[in-house]
């Protein structure tokens, strides 16, 4: 079983960058997926972006070109670069494990999540 947490949320301005970490622990890290998640009060989970195995990536449109994901297979750590932050990325952020080494096959773990306020 996976353990999966998360660090760098807070409030920012509008235009301003956060950087999220999230730290794995528990199986082969470098083995699978990663992604990140959010949700904002009263609408549903999202997938924000994933990044799999092999380094390739994957974005939601509405964050495509302000958010980047990396992941640093030495330290258990997926990353999420968050800038030109806009009110609506208000949200609680979560990283999650692939269930494989492509996002496609989904996820199976998710961390307890971090809060994003963005204000305008």
């Known amino acids: 079983q996976v353990q999966l947490v998360e660090s760098g949320g807070g409030l920012v301005q509008a235009g301003g960058s956060l950087r999220l970490s999230c730290a794995a622990s528990?199986?082969?890290?470098?083995?699978?997926?990663m992604g990140w998640f959010r949700q904002a009060p009263g609408k549903e989970r999202e997938l924000v972006a994933a990044?799999?195995?092999?380094?390739?990536?994957n974005y939601a449109d509405s964050v495509k070109g302000r958010f980047t994901i990396s992941r640093d297979n030495a330290k258990n750590t997926v990353y999420l670069q968050m800038n030109s932050l806009k009110p609506e990325d208000t949200a609680v952020y979560s990283c999650?494990?692939?269930?494989?080494?492509?996002?496609?096959?989904?996820?199976?773990?998710w961390g307890q999540g971090t809060q994003v306020t963005v204000s305008s």
């Open positions: 999650a494990a692939g269930r494989s080494g492509a996002w496609s096959y989904g996820f199976g773990s």
């Open positions: 528990g199986r082969t890290f470098s083995a699978y997926a």
């Open positions: 990044i799999a195995r092999g380094g390739s990536t």
